[in-house]
């Protein structure tokens, strides 16, 4: 099963517009929730992560909204950049050796 | 700083031939994964290890096979190649299971 669900597979967003990806999981057992960015051909890196502690994080223009009794969270990018266009993926862990579950990923392309 | 260093790039097997795809760190992480990305499907855990010595099964770990001798490689072997297993595939290490994941750049597997 599933246990991250991302969405939507693909956005597209004007230049300066805000890009929105949302996350959704089940496990309750989740307590970190870190956001990849992925360049075409390269990995995918580290861009921002959260704990439910917090309703929310800002780091420069990217913001991850947490709610907690919905079991939700989301990637805010404001003021979209074309060089922001790449792949977008969430991710969750729960404490102990289990490792990173993935969402499957959205591709955001940044248009002029 | 390498950082997480695959090797090979890129590379073409004919069915049933085997290969080790290489994954070193330098950054002296307890915890190195191995996944696969297939288009449209997010990141797929093959194995992951939590110290020398020790590797578990992640989501699709038939078809290959790890070993972690050292703290710093992690190679993943593939035996008797298929068709399935043409992929990209990612190595990445962390400092804690819950912490931030660095990725290599990727080794694109093709079997024809």
């Known amino acids: 099963q599933q246990q991250v669900k991302q969405s939507p597979q693909s956005l597209i967003v004007q230049k300066g517009g805000i890009s929105i990806i949302n996350c959704a999981y089940e496990?309750?057992?989740?307590?970190?929730f870190p956001w990849y960015q992925q360049f075409p051909g390269k990995g995918p890196a580290l861009l921002i992560a959260?704990?439910?502690?917090?309703s929310e994080k800002k780091e420069g223009r990217f913001t991850i909204s947490f709610n907690k009794s919905a079991k939700q969270f989301s990637l805010h990018i404001m003021d979209s950049q074309p060089g922001d266009s790449a792949t977008y993926f969430c991710?969750?862990?729960?404490?102990?050796?289990?490792?990173?579950?993935f969402g499957k990923g959205t591709r955001l392309s940044v248009i002029a | 700083n390498a950082g997480v260093t695959q090797t090979p790039k890129f590379r073409i097997l004919k069915i049933g031939q085997s290969m080790t795809l290489q994954c070193t760190q330098d950054?002296?992480?307890?915890?190195m994964y191995w996944y696969r990305q297939d288009p449209g499907m997010g990141l797929k855990l093959i194995y992951y290890?939590?110290?020398?010595?020790?590797?578990d099964k992640g989501e699709v770990p038939n078809g290959y096979n790890v070993s972690r001798s050292t703290t710093e490689d992690f190679p993943l072997r593939l035996e008797l190649a298929a068709p399935s297993q043409t992929s990209v595939y990612f190595c990445?290490?962390?400092?804690?299971?819950?912490?931030?994941?660095?990725f290599g750049q990727g080794t694109r597997l093709t079997v024809v």
């Open positions: 496990n309750t057992a989740f307590d970190y």
């Open positions: 950054m002296n992480h307890n915890y």
């Open positions: 290890s939590v110290g020398a010595g020790i590797t």
């Open positions: 991710a969750a862990y729960a404490s102990g050796n289990t490792p990173l579950v």
């Open positions: 990445a290490s962390s400092f804690s299971a819950g912490g931030g994941a660095f």
């Open positions: 959260i704990r439910p502690d917090v």
